[in-house]
């Protein structure tokens, strides 16, 4: 009996939000088929292939002992020129701005300044771009909702409501100023799924609204993250689950950078070798376990493990 | 898949002449599906019956085992898989990584083996109670004889079981040589290793099979399209050959995607649409899919541990690679229902010595790594002391009474904490406040402190506490 490929395809298909203001705008998601299985696409159907983001910090990078980092926003000394910087990286798709300043514990950046620097940040930015908060709810969210008004029309995607804060992020960023936003949970399909439906309670159009099902490097429990994609892809697919059909945004950068395979320096520990190739190496195994697990986009710090990681997906895609 | 009831009744002779101990055929067969009763029960079966069932009582894909092994360290096990996901049930045989050496000098000179055989076969690290090492070398022969014997020779000799980068460590050697008669005495020479024969192909399946049938080794097999390698298994399946490894795309036109859409429809052939034809374990050669490009390949790596790979070959592994993708592998293939868990103890992190602080966490993988982890963000030197907390989270552990005051006193006590450490301050976990008074009685001359409930509270936590 010789082979016959039989291509698996569904009715469902993920939903597509797009981002960023008129011919620039990106879309993320909108495929048919299982993470990475473009093989398996209707023949007339454009390949939907996943989006690299780039992260951009406020309060910008510890470059030492990253040389290759430091060169690539080496002399920006605003964070306009570091946007502008991170937008012109081979594979950028979008950027994706963090205000790790806002956070209380630390600089403690008020809403207000934190407003004006985002302001010349997207007028800097060719790309699309996203945003992202501190992880204090309460200041994320007096932050999202001012960058919301001042933001507005310019369709923004705001990373992330989660259940503590997301009426009042949703009100502001979508519903009043049609910006887009990410619902954030921690690795639980349940939790995920329970989050899009409050949003869409609350008025938010299913397509303003990306799933950050949250994140892990590999190694450190990556596992649950593995499997709570795998879950949800095949619950928006196989049984068409409307409120998981979400497309699923993941911020990698934020885990694979806390590891101590990342952070300790060659000195520390000798046998592991130089640091900027092992923290690379890291930041790009777990955006492709992403990917392979079903991010429809993935958020990178590295200018390396960006062009690399929009190469690859090309190379699996088209 | 297994036989229904009903179709292994339609095999038995119906005479419900009870020599099988049960009433009736039918009662029977319902048991032998059940897997209550071996089919060898009933004394009139006839053969051909006999086959069909026991073949379809096989696995949906086969387990392969390659290499010897060595002392303490056994032949690894591929394959064996029954879902397409973790969460269906769990996965068995973790994927194996490997290193490709490259016979052709214009290659690689005698140098750049050196090199990449000590890179990879020096790292060695354990990780929650498993020892990470290369577990394969793949190496890819020319048409030069004596260029092939001379590096097969250094590869061995840096392989040799008595040195002691490889004591303990069970190594699978890979030869890649699609022409049978060159391959011979290189498989000679190499059978110490139970070598894995790597080449088979429309064209040389019947010299190549031969050759590996005869001494007893797994073979490689590939072809231009899945059908071409379809047709060559099935040839080597019907010469009695079922012991092989699959080959992931074209190996004469390497290409990412055609691989990738390889090892998912074959995987999804074998355990979905029950074709048994492709129910065997994988071999994807990443070096040649990303040449000279380490980043690429790594991430590459990761998307085929994810999803079907057997065994990976990249260019080279250094800890740069490894840290990441051996983090991975043993993320996936836990078993979902049974927790990864770290050795209980005294694990000192930032330096500490018996004057540091002690905070206590459980015993689960993922608490460990993420308290761990924000401890030495926070530059405080803290002895971490963890307990048998039966490989649960901390309030889990505690609802299931395998984290309580006395578990916790018994484990400082008779756990040789107070022999060890001096400091007499421990940080018990926010969400288990409760036990602070219970572990005060308990714990006469020690200072109980509650710590934050989540992990990213502990640096600023242990920076106010230390002032």
Not at chain 1, 49 to 60: Q, R, S, W, Y
Not at chain 2, 325 to 335: E, K
Not at chain 2, 406 to 431: C, D, H, W, Y
Request: some cysteine.
């Amino acid at each position: 009996m010789s082979f016959v490929s039989k291509p698996r395809s569904f009715k469902a298909s993920i939903g597509a939000l797009t981002f960023g203001p008129g011919p620039s705008a990106v879309t993320i998601g909108g495929g048919g088929t299982l993470p990475l299985h473009f093989f398996d696409a209707k023949p007339d159907a454009p390949p939907r292939l996943p989006k690299v983001g780039v992260e951009v910090a406020d309060t910008g990078f510890a470059a030492e002992g990253l040389p290759l980092l430091a060169a690539c926003y080496d002399g920006a000394a605003t964070l306009a020129e570091r946007v502008r910087r991170a937008a012109s990286l081979d594979g950028a798709d979008f950027v994706c701005l963090r205000f790790e300043g806002a956070d209380p514990g630390g600089v403690d950046r008020p809403v207000e300044e934190c407003v004006a620097l985002a302001k010349e940040a997207l007028d800097a930015s060719p790309l699309p771009v996203a945003i992202a908060g501190c992880k204090n709810v309460e200041k994320d969210t007096a932050l999202f909702t001012a960058l919301a008004e001042a933001l507005q029309g310019r369709n923004v995607l705001f990373l992330s409501a989660r259940e503590e804060d997301y009426k009042q992020i949703g009100a502001a960023a979508a519903l009043a100023y049609g910006h887009k936003v990410g619902a954030e949970s921690a690795v639980d399909i349940n939790l995920a799924k329970q989050l899009n439906v409050l949003m869409t309670q609350l008025g938010v159009p299913k397509e303003s609204i990306a799933m950050n099902v949250g994140g892990a490097a590999a190694g450190y429990g990556f596992e649950y993250v593995a499997s709570t994609m795998d879950r949800v892809r095949a619950a928006a697919l196989e049984q068409e689950d409307a409120m998981l059909q979400m497309p699923i945004v993941t911020l990698v950068s934020q885990e694979a950078w806390a590891v101590k395979e990342s952070i300790a320096s060659a000195e520390d520990v000798p046998e592991w070798g130089e640091l900027e190739q092992r923290a690379i190496q890291m930041e790009a195994v777990t955006a492709a376990a992403c990917l392979a697990s079903g991010s429809d986009a993935v958020v990178l710090r590295h200018p390396v493990t960006v062009g690399k990681i929009a190469a690859l997906i090309k190379a699996l895609g088209v | 898949m297994a036989l229904k009831g009903l179709d292994i009744f339609k095999l038995t002779p119906k005479t419900n002449c009870k020599d099988c101990g049960s009433p009736t055929c039918m009662a029977f067969a319902m048991k032998v599906a059940q897997g209550a009763l071996p089919i060898s029960k009933c004394p009139h079966m006839a053969p051909e019956a006999l086959a069909k069932i026991s073949e379809a009582a096989e696995p949906p894909m086969k387990t392969v085992e390659v290499g010897a092994g060595s002392d303490g360290a056994p032949p690894h096990k591929l394959g064996g898989e029954t879902v397409m996901f973790r969460h269906e049930k769990t996965l068995v045989h973790q994927n194996l990584y490997g290193v490709r050496i490259d016979a052709d000098a214009a290659r690689m000179d005698d140098a750049a083996i050196d090199a990449t055989l000590a890179e990879a076969l020096g790292m060695d690290y354990e990780r929650i109670g498993e020892r990470m090492y290369v577990e394969c070398v793949y190496i890819v022969f020319t048409s030069d004889a004596a260029r092939n014997r001379a590096v097969l020779q250094r590869v061995l000799a840096a392989l040799d079981p008595g040195h002691a980068p490889n004591q303990g460590k069970s190594r699978v050697l890979l030869l890649e040589c699609a022409d049978a008669a060159a391959a011979a005495p290189l498989v000679e020479a190499a059978q110490g290793f139970k070598p894995v024969l790597c080449g088979a192909r429309a064209a040389n399946w019947e010299t190549m099979n031969a050759l590996a049938s005869s001494k007893g080794l797994a073979l490689g097999v590939g072809g231009a399209t899945l059908e071409e390698l379809h047709d060559t298994v099935e040839k080597l399946e019907a010469a009695g050959n079922k012991n092989l490894l699959l080959r992931l795309g074209d190996p004469a036109a390497p290409s990412a995607k055609d691989a990738f859409a390889s090892a998912v429809q074959i995987r999804r052939a074998a355990l979905k649409d029950q074709d048994r034809t492709f129910g065997y374990p994988s071999l994807v050669d990443l070096a040649a899919l990303a040449p000279g490009d380490s980043v690429t390949q790594a991430a590459l790596a990761a998307v085929f541990t994810l999803r079907y790979g057997s065994i990976v070959i990249l260019e080279r592994m250094g800890y740069a690679e490894a840290l990441p993708l051996y983090g991975l592998r043993q993320n996936i293939f836990t078993d979902p229902q049974k927790p990864m868990k770290v050795t209980p103890g005294i694990y000192p992190i930032g330096g500490a010595d018996e004057d540091a602080l002690c905070c206590l966490t459980v015993d689960f993988a993922l608490t460990y790594f993420v308290v761990s982890g924000e401890i030495e963000r926070s530059g405080v030197p803290v002895n971490l002391l963890i307990p048998d907390a039966g490989g649960y989270s901390v309030l889990t552990a505690w609802a299931a009474g395998k984290l309580s005051a006395s578990s916790v006193a018994k484990f400082i006590k008779e756990g040789g904490v107070e022999g060890v450490v001096k400091n007499r301050t421990l940080v018990i976990p926010g969400k288990v406040a409760v036990l602070k008074g219970e572990l005060e009685a308990s714990l006469p001359g020690w200072e109980i402190v509650v710590g934050p409930n989540e992990a990213v509270q502990i640096v600023r936590f242990l920076k106010t506490l230390k002032r």
